[in-house]
């Protein structure tokens, strides 16, 4: 991550995004630059609090007014109890980044007075820096709060602008959900190999570090996965005779697009209530 250039951040919610969130920062203010950061949190991990100190971090200064950006890392149920909490961190310049899930741009202006809201959505891989963070930003937000915003979301990965807040539904559905797509594969693959003969232990262990392995893979050499999946198929070899069963009408292509399509049809109606 690249030095901060002295933002004050007020971040309510210091979990397991939270958490993510501030370890980067923490990385980003050693390589210079500076943050002063308020934090709002019943249980704010001790370890973190020092390393911000040693790092010479301005951390929870008295009185804190408002922020260049406050950062809203609760629970989406807990939101309303932390609002007033949230609210003494804003003013006419503060941005608002809420990470929160399924909670539209428009809730979170009206509750905190805000007009600058970025609203984004990571993912579970965010834990250990290697998730992706679909964000879309209110049109009252500047280039700098994007620019600021960008920066502060990058310890939980790579960051992807989206265009329009309704296409969050979607985002939802591809890398919110993806990570559970993921591990369902890592499991079906090791039940077929179990059927194959292959005992269970070794099936699940196999089938694990596959999925682990051609994910660090993409993720490393950053060719584009059919490009990838190209390389690893000989005419006429194992590969390509499971690949015809995967690529078939009824294979993988459509089911995906089912699954895909419903979990995006989820978000929009969880949306509505
Ligand atoms: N985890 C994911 O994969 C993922 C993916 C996409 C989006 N998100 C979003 O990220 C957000 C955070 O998720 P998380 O997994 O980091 O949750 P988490 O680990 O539960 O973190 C939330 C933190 O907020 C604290 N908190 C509760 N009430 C508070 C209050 N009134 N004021 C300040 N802090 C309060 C909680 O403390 P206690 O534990 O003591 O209650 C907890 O430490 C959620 O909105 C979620 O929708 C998460």
Redesign the pocket.
């Known amino acids: 991550m690249s030095a901060l250039d002295a933002p004050t951040v007020a971040l ?8 993510a969130l501030v370890r980067g920062w923490i990385e980003a203010v050693r390589k210079g630059g500076g943050l002063t950061l308020t934090v ?4 704010f991990d001790p370890a973190l609090e020092q390393a911000l100190e040693t790092v010479g971090a301005v951390i929870n200064p008295p009185d804190a007014g408002p922020v260049d950006v406050l950062v809203i ?4 149920q ?1 939101f309303s ?2 609002t007033e ?1 949230a609210r003494r961190f804003v003013g006419e310049q503060t941005c608002v980044l809420s ?4 909670v539209p741009i428009d809730a979170i202006a009206r509750d905190l007075g805000a007009q600058r809201v970025v609203r984004a ?4 891989p ?2 250990i820096g290697r998730g992706v963070t679909a964000y879309v930003a209110s049109s009252a937000c500047t280039a700098e709060d994007r620019q600021l915003v960008e920066q502060l979301l990058e310890p939980l990965g790579s960051v992807e602008p989206i265009a329009a807040e309704r296409l969050m539904d979607v985002v939802t559905a591809v890398s ?1 959900s993806g990570p559970a797509y993921v591990f369902l594969l890592a499991e079906v693959l090791a039940a077929a190999a179990e059927q194959e003969g292959l005992d269970r232990e070794t099936a699940a262990r196999l089938a694990s570090a596959t999925v682990a392995g051609a994910g660090a893979l993409m993720l490393e050499t950053m060719e584009p996965a059919g490009a990838l999946r190209k390389q690893v198929t000989s005419p006429g070899g194992t590969t390509e005779a499971a690949l015809d069963v995967l690529a078939s009408s009824d294979g993988l292509g459509p089911l995906l697009r089912r699954a895909v399509s419903a979990a995006a049809q989820r978000s929009r109606d969880l949306g509505k209530r």
């Open positions: 309510v919610g210091a979990g397991s995004m939270g958490g709002v949190e019943p249980n890392a609760v629970k989406p807990t109890a932390a909490a990470i929160m899930a399924g959505m990571p993912n579970l965010a834990k919110g």
